[in-house]
């Protein structure tokens, strides 16, 4: 926050580079374009910029068992129980992560950005940061939209809901940017970012899938457990090797793949599970971001199960009558 200076400080500073500049200007049109089509809030949030001097703004811890994908949980005020603990050093994330109990598997991975809910915003709000402006048009636009998603709704002690509802929104806003008001360079870079990770995502997906058949197969042993789990890592990197080839060796997900195990699969999974859910939501309110907003509220107000079942009725719904949901009766 001391770091953060306003943005036009920032374009009228000889010493900044040009690059830069040209990068504030594109944050500063996205930041309109959120409110003005997204609906998204009108506030202090992301019209300053800070260079923090490092690749990430904090490094988050997260653990799960060795045959489980759930995450250990920790909790807090105001935000209540979340699934990861977060650093402003990574090495103090990385003692953490070494003094948790060796049964767990722990993974540590960087964030470029996270919300403070709109609770710093009489302090100037969440800061443009070095950790992401170089992102990819696409691929800010989609950063922003999710950090401000969370100011629109924020549920205490679900980690999956808040992402998962992020994540729809990014996905949706970052789409109508880019049909609307991006370059077509820069539609073009993107498409090749986003195919990739597509590409990833699915691996990431079916892996996911296929350790959770692991570990609820009641007649198996932990040994049996254990032996399979093996196979399907096994397979996962042999994928991962493939799509690298693919790719004509892009490596930009080597150091996520590197440290791969329980942990890393269940914060993925966080921030995509119940999408679908949400995006047919969307769909369901007429593809208006205001009227979504007040339904996932009237939603968040629904016990946690409540919840799900409705997002995966509405998911269903969707795939069945090919984009024409019906509304589940819990949603009636």
Request: hydrophobic share 45%.
């Amino acid at each position: 926050m001391r770091a953060a200076r306003p943005v036009d400080d920032w374009l009228q500073d000889a010493q900044t580079p040009a690059a830069l500049k040209t990068r504030l200007v594109t944050a500063q049109r996205i930041r309109a374009f959120a409110v003005s089509d997204l609906a998204l809030p009108d506030n202090a949030s992301y019209h300053r910029y800070a260079d923090l001097g490092r690749r990430a703004v904090v490094y988050n811890v997260v653990a799960a068992p060795a045959l489980s994908l759930t995450l250990n949980t920790w909790c807090f005020p105001v935000v209540g129980c979340v699934g990861y603990r977060g650093y402003f050093d990574e090495a103090n994330a990385r003692a953490f992560a070494a003094s948790l109990p060796p049964e767990l598997e722990v993974a540590v991975y960087p964030v470029p950005a996270y919300s403070t809910l709109g609770w710093t915003n009489w302090l100037g709000g969440d800061p443009l940061l070095n950790t992401f402006i170089g992102y990819p048009e696409g691929e800010l636009a989609r950063l922003v939209f999710h950090e401000l998603a969370h100011q629109v709704l924020y549920v205490k002690n679900d980690t999956a809901f808040n992402e998962s509802f992020a994540t729809a929104v990014e996905r949706l806003g970052g789409e109508r940017w880019l049909k609307e008001q991006a370059s077509e360079a820069a539609r073009a870079e993107y498409a090749v970012f986003d195919a990739r990770r597509q590409q990833f995502r699915a691996l990431t997906r079916s892996t996911r899938s296929a350790l959770q058949v692991v570990y609820e197969d009641g007649s198996a042993s932990d040994t049996d457990k254990l032996r399979r789990k093996a196979e399907v890592m096994l397979n996962f990197r042999a994928g991962y090797d493939e799509l690298k080839r693919e790719w004509g060796g892009f490596r930009g997900y080597d150091a996520w793949v590197a440290q791969t195990n329980n942990a890393s699969f269940g914060a993925q999974a966080a921030y995509d599970d119940l999408v679908p859910g949400f995006i047919a939501l969307f769909q369901h309110e007429g593809a208006d971001f205001a009227r979504f907003y007040d339904a996932v509220r009237a939603l968040a107000k629904q016990p946690r199960e409540t919840r799900r079942t409705v997002l995966a009725e509405l998911s269903s719904a969707t795939r069945l009558a090919d984009h024409a949901p019906t509304t589940p009766a819990s949603l009636r």
